[in-house]
């Protein structure tokens, strides 16, 4: 039991306090970094703090699913998610990195919040699991939109990082539909947001 433990204990580890690492090249990293003045780049900064705080989140989701789904397949296709969302680890906490930003003070909590959740999603069932992990994804891809809206026009990098990653989040949802993904009732859902928003609040100052 606890050898079962100890790769678990690692994994959440290195997602909350080592550095991320991308076997894709970062998205935009040849282009040239845009002329943002300083309240410009605190603004940037602190929206790819809370992406990253999304992808930490996502990791401890899919790690708490796969240790409960029953399903090899399911749990194939989680942890190829999980190795992606590493890949949007590593891009977001390099360019908060290059505008001079830090990451979330929070980041621990979100990890064990998120870790419980993703435990109780995968014994419902791998079609509840699914559903849970495609809504996520399709709120996720939602809120990319929204920062990318909000980008000054001239920060390229960020947009090409943050298009990247969208496209990541609706290939997740595909596929969580595609192994049977069931629609989540709406009460889950709204709850969903709400948590979301809240986290968004808070990551977005510390």
Same mark, same amino acid.
């Given at each position: 039991m606890i050898e079962a433990l100890i790769p678990e204990l690692d994994k959440a580890l290195r997602a909350?306090?080592? /550095? &991320?690492?991308?076997?894709r090249p970062m998205?935009?990293?040849d282009l040239p970094e845009g002329e %943002? $003045?300083?309240? *410009?780049?605190r603004h940037v900064a602190a929206l790819m703090r809370v992406n990253h705080c999304g992808e930490i989140c996502a990791q401890a989701l899919y790690?708490?699913?796969?240790?409960?789904?029953?399903? /090899? &397949?399911?749990?194939q296709e989680l942890e190829q998610a999980a190795r992606e969302e590493t890949e949007? %680890? $590593?891009?977001? *906490?390099?360019?908060?990195?290059e505008l001079g930003g830090?990451?979330?003070?929070?980041?621990?909590?979100?990890?064990?919040?998120?870790?419980?959740i993703?435990?109780?999603?995968?014994?419902c069932g791998d079609n509840w699991s699914l559903g849970f992990l495609a809504e996520t994804e399709r709120q996720v891809e939602s809120h990319l939109a929204g920062h990318l809206a909000r980008l000054p026009a001239q920060d390229r990098k960020s947009s090409e990082v943050l298009e990247q990653m969208k496209a990541d989040e609706m290939r997740h949802a595909e596929t969580a539909t595609r192994f049977g993904a069931r629609e989540l009732p709406g009460?889950?859902?709204?709850?969903?947001?709400?948590?979301?928003?809240l986290m968004t609040r808070l990551s977005y100052v510390a």
């Open positions: 909350v306090f080592v /550095p &991320a690492s991308s076997h998205p935009g990293m %943002l $003045n300083e309240s *410009e780049k790690q708490g699913q796969a240790l409960g789904s029953s399903d /090899p &397949a399911v749990r949007h %680890l $590593n891009w977001t *906490e390099t360019r908060i990195a830090r990451k979330s003070i929070f980041n621990p909590l979100w990890y064990a919040g998120s870790l419980a993703g435990v109780v999603a995968g014994k009460p889950v859902k709204l709850a969903m947001k709400l948590s979301s928003k």
